[in-house]
């Protein structure tokens, strides 16, 4: 009884049916027919190339949570496999005796790029002092950069800031503000007493540099 039901997917994590590398997503899974819906269990199958990268949190219809692919995905050559990637998936639902009640199957949008892009350091704070160096390690809350991603350092806006990477992939490393008391930059941050400054920070694939996310830091050197 009742087999064959309508089944309703609404993505209930307020991003529009779409995710990108590290997100948590969660989904409501209905019937067309509620009463159905008591004792039932929900099921989501994703085709064989995405089944290692799709992690189900929480299989509870009402809030079924998916942690979605956490590094970006790439081809053979190390290359961006693509900015978005359509993921093929079939929900069920199913009875307590394990029928199925019914299906529906689609495709949902995943961005190739990292959501949220941080930047640790030690001591923290964004204000820093001339002539000091901070030890910095780029984070990606929720996410991994693996091999074949680096970090990119786009100049400042304020010529005294500078990465000085120590890892491979550039993403270990010092904030540094040290510089010579007889440099331009150095006489007009003591003419100014404080000077802000940003750092555009990039997430790049390592073979053609193909952007997968950017994050502007901002600081602020005082004498």
């Known amino acids: 009884e009742g087999i064959g039901q309508q089944v309703h997917l609404r993505d209930i994590s307020g991003r529009s049916g779409t995710g990108m590398i590290g997100d948590v997503t969660t989904f409501q899974i209905s019937l067309e027919n509620q009463n159905l819906m008591d004792g039932a269990s929900c ?21 079924f ?16 496999a693509g900015d978005v990637l359509q993921v093929p998936y079939t929900v069920s639902v199913l009875s307590k005796a394990g029928d199925v009640l019914g299906t529906t199957t689609g ?5 190739n790029n990292y959501r949220s892009i941080e930047l640790k350091l030690e001591p923290s704070g964004n204000r820093l002092k001339v002539n000091e160096r901070r030890r910095a390690e780029v984070t990606t809350p929720g996410a991994e950069i ?27 490393g010092w904030l540094s503000t040290e510089v010579d008391d007889g440099a331009y930059a150095y006489k007009d941050l003591a003419a100014a007493g404080e000077k ?28």
Request: a negative charge; proline letters at 5%; one cysteine or more.
């Open 107 to 111: 495709t949902y949008a995943f961005h």
């Open 65 to 80: 949570q998916v942690h979605l692919v956490n590094s970006p995905i790439l081809d053979a050559s190390g290359k961006s």
């Open 196 to 223: 802000r400054g940003e750092v555009y920070l990039q997430l790049v694939t390592s073979s053609d540099f193909q952007m997968l996310g950017i994050v502007e830091l901002k600081f602020k050197v005082s004498m």
């Open 43 to 63: 099921r989501l199958e994703v085709a064989p190339e995405w089944r290692s990268r799709i992690e189900i949190r929480d299989d509870d219809c009402g809030a």
């Open 146 to 172: 693996p091999d074949g991603v680096e970090c990119e350092w786009n100049d400042s806006t304020n010529p005294i800031i500078k990465f000085i990477p120590e890892s491979e992939n550039r993403c270990v």
